[in-house]
Structures are given as structure tokens and as C-alpha cells.
């Protein structure tokens, strides 16, 4: 029977597997453990996964540092406007304001410091960075808003500052000019001027007359003035009036085309200034001797008085008609009507009357110095003539000054004349120089 198992194929058959299997595991736990084998597609996914990990490790911390430079840059902002605040706060003076912008400061500083020492103790705020670069930027430009708001209110008070000692400047012109219109207006109605109460006839000298002619020459500039006034009131184009009188002319400054006007009325007033009376009558060619005396004596008569005063009692005087004379060919009545909206004035001269408006008054009180140097002039003992400087002509020191005083630039120049301003005088071989404005040096 035992040998019959024994010799049983199925049963030995699968002994045999057994025993195989068995010594299998034994052999290979004996030499190195268990070995289980792993898929390669398993293994390269492991892989991706840590690379993975590390690559948002990276991008969180580069987002968490891009929020802290954000921060820094908002403290800087905040910094800026606590010290603008504090600046503000100095002027004027505000004791509160001012320890309250100190400790804005202060605590501004604080927090930088304290990113400071986060940064070096790399203990980097954890918070969600899109968040905290979120509030800083807010922080950033409210602070930036604040300093602008700052900038302008202390703009404004700046604004406001020139704009109130703008106005104290104007009330400050406006009561000069209405001082020198009352000096001027003492001056013209007392008519007096000191030094020419101390010329006497038998020692008349080219220094009187140089004199009389500056004192006749600062009416003329203060006419000149009363003019352009005028003018602009009208709304007149004061440009195309210089250029109307001396067209082309380039000048230094833009104030210098006040002189194209002053040339203009000396051109007028001192017409026909050659002829004894101006060529407004005949008169017999007396003796030399007595029209000497006779202009002298002119002179004494009107050197003291005002206009008003002394053709009230001469009417008939060679410096009434004078006065009428050039008023009305200097005036002309569009341009009467243009100042005044009448021709009023134009009328009351022609019927011997004199106008009180200030323009008229400045104008009789020019035409009296005027009339004063012509009669000074007709006192001396040799023939009187008076000449201008030709436009383009080179510049002369014997016969022309420079209006500015400023001869040795105008010699070393070799600057040519653009307008004459006053007109020169001619006293037998003496000249008594003209006043001219130069052409601007070439570059």
C-alpha cells in the first residue's frame, strides 16, 4: 500500500513543485531579502513630483520677497510724506502740527527699521504675498497722494503769498506815480525852477542853455508817457504806431520803443525851432542887438509863471500862439477823438481857450519849456540851427551822444545811428550835441 502512494504521479508531481517553490524563497531570503520590482513609468512620476515641489517652494519664496520690496517701497513713500507734513508744518509756525509730523516720522522710521531687521533675521512675513503687495501698494499711493496734496497746499500758499505782495506792489506804483503827478503838477503851476532865476543876459553861457534844455527835455518824457497812456486806454496798437514813426528798427529791449515816441514829439515841437518864432508870424528883421533883448525878456516872463496864469494875462503873446500852433498840428482830431470820444479840446484852443484835461495840461507845460529854451537860444549873440542825425549814418562823437550815455561802446563799435531822439543844436561853431539810438552791434 505504501508503495503504492509512493508511486502516485500526481502526488509526486506536486511534491516536487512544492519543494522547488520552498527552496526558491529560502535561498533568496538568505541571500538579500525580499526584492519587489518597480514599474519605470511609477518612478519617473515620483520624480516629477519633488522637482514639482521644489519649483513652488521657489515661487513662494520669490512672491513673498517681491511683497516685502513692495512693503519697503511703501514705508519709503510714508517716510517722504511724514517729513513733507513736517516741513509743512514749520511754516508758519504750528507747535501741534509739528510734534505730531515729528512723531509721524519717527514711527515711519520705526517701521523701516523693523523691515530691516526682518529682512537680515530672514523672518520674511508669511502672510499670503498677493495680499501683503496688495496693501502695500495702497499704502504706497496714499502715502504718494498725501505728499501731492502736501506740494500743492504749500504751492498754493506760495501762490497766494506772491499774489498778495503782487497787490501791495501795484498799491505801492500806484501811490508813487499819483506822488510824482502831484510833484509834477507843483512844478507846473508854480512854473519856477531855481536856476533859471539865477541866468542874467550878459552872461548867458552854453552851460544855461544846456540846462534849460534838460529841464525842457524831462517835460518832454513826461509828455511822452501821458501819450502811450493814452494810447493803450484806446486800445490803440502802440506796435504799429513805432513802427508807423521808425519802421524796421531792431530794438535791445522791448522797453526802448518809448524813445521811437519821444523822437516823434521832439521832431514836432522843436520844428521850425531855427526861426525866431517858429514861423507862426512875420516879423520885421529888427536890430540883432534888440531881438536879443527881447527874446531874453521873453525868457524872464515865462520862466516863473504857469501856462494858465500867463495867457490868461497875455492873449495875445507870441507863446499863445505857440501853444495853439502846435497843439493843433501835433493833435491830430481822429486821434483827439480817439483819446478823449469829442474834439472839445481842438475846439476851445482854436478859440484861445486852454483845456484842463491832464493831457493838455502836460502838453502846454512841455510847449512853455519848449518855448523857453527857443527864447534862451535867440538871446545869444550868434546864429542858432539845429540839426538830426540821419537814419544808418555812422555814429559821430562831435556831433552825437548815445541816448544811453554810453560813448566808448558806440566809438569801438563803429555803431550806426538808427533814430535821433533829440535833435542837436548849432550855435555859430559850437554844437551842442543830438541824442540818438544806435543800431544794435551785429553778432
Known amino acids: 500500500m505504501d508503495s503504492a502512494i509512493r508511486s502516485s504521479p500526481t502526488r509526486s508531481k506536486f511534491a516536487k513543485t512544492f519543494s522547488k517553490l520552498t527552496h526558491s524563497k529560502k535561498s533568496t531570503k538568505s541571500r538579500a531579502g525580499i526584492c519587489i520590482p518597480i514599474a519605470p513609468q511609477k518612478l519617473q512620476c515620483c520624480e516629477s513630483k519633488k522637482f514639482g515641489e521644489e519649483a513652488m517652494a521657489e515661487l513662494r519664496d520669490r512672491a513673498a ?107 505801492s506804483l500806484k501811490e508813487i506815480n499819483r506822488n510824482n503827478r502831484l510833484l509834477e503838477k507843483t512844478i507846473s503851476a508854480a512854473g519856477n525852477f531855481s536856476v533859471l532865476e539865477t541866468m542874467l543876459f550878459h552872461s548867458l553861457s552854453m552851460s544855461d542853455f544846456v540846462v534849460v534844455l534838460n529841464y525842457a527835455l524831462r517835460s518832454v518824457r513826461h509828455f511822452v508817457k501821458q501819450l502811450i497812456r493814452e494810447m493803450e486806454s484806446a486800445s490803440w496798437n502802440v506796435d504799429a504806431a513805432v513802427n508807423a514813426i521808425h519802421g524796421g528798427v531792431k530794438f535791445k529791449r522791448k522797453d526802448h520803443n518809448g524813445l521811437v515816441f519821444e523822437s516823434f514829439v521832439c521832431r514836432e515841437i522843436f520844428s521850425g525851432f531855427n526861426d525866431p518864432i517858429f514861423g507862426i508870424e512875420k516879423i520885421d528883421n529888427a536890430e540883432k542887438q534888440r531881438r536879443r533883448i527881447f527874446f531874453f525878456e521873453e525868457f524872464t516872463k515865462l520862466r516863473s509863471v504857469s501856462v494858465s496864469y500867463f495867457v490868461k494875462h497875455n492873449p495875445s503873446s507870441l507863446f499863445g500862439k505857440f501853444i495853439k500852433s502846435k497843439y493843433l498840428n501835433f493833435v491830430h482830431p481822429k486821434m483827439e477823438f480817439s483819446f478823449f470820444g469829442n474834439l472839445n479840446q481842438r475846439k476851445m484852443v482854436n478859440r484861445g481857450d486852454l483845456p484842463e484835461t491832464e493831457f493838455f495840461k502836460m502838453f502846454a507845460e512841455m510847449s512853455r519849456r519848449v518855448w523857453l ?13 539845429i540839426f538830426q542825425a540821419e537814419r544808418n549814418s555812422r555814429f559821430s562823437e562831435v556831433y552825437m551822444e548815445n541816448v544811453f550815455n554810453d560813448v566808448f561802446a558806440a566809438v569801438a563799435g563803429g555803431s550806426r545811428v538808427a533814430f535821433t531822439v533829440v535833435p542837436g543844436f548849432r550855435f555859430g561853431h559850437t554844437v551842442v550835441q543830438s541824442q540818438v539810438y544806435l543800431k544794435p552791434a551785429k553778432g
Do not use: W
Open 65 to 171: 520677497m517681491e511683497a516685502f520690496i513692495a512693503k519697503l517701497f511703501a514705508a519709503v513713500s510714508s517716510v517722504k510724506a511724514a517729513y513733507a507734513a513736517q516741513q509743512m508744518a514749520q511754516l508758519p509756525y504750528d507747535d501741534a502740527a509739528v510734534q505730531s509730523a515729528d512723531q509721524a516720522v519717527v514711527d515711519e522710521l520705526r517701521a523701516m527699521s523693523e523691515l530691516k531687521r526682518q529682512f537680515l533675521k530672514n523672518q520674511i512675513d508669511s502672510s499670503p504675498p498677493h495680499v501683503v503687495l496688495m496693501l502695500a501698494e495702497i499704502q504706497e499711493q496714499q502715502s504718494l497722494m498725501k505728499t501731492y496734496e502736501i506740494t500743492m497746499r504749500k504751492m498754493q500758499r506760495e501762490i497766494d503769498h506772491k499774489s498778495s505782495r503782487i497787490s501791495s506792489l501795484r498799491e
Open 373 to 385: 529854451l527857443h527864447c534862451l537860444a535867440f538871446s545869444f549873440d550868434c546864429e542858432v540851427g
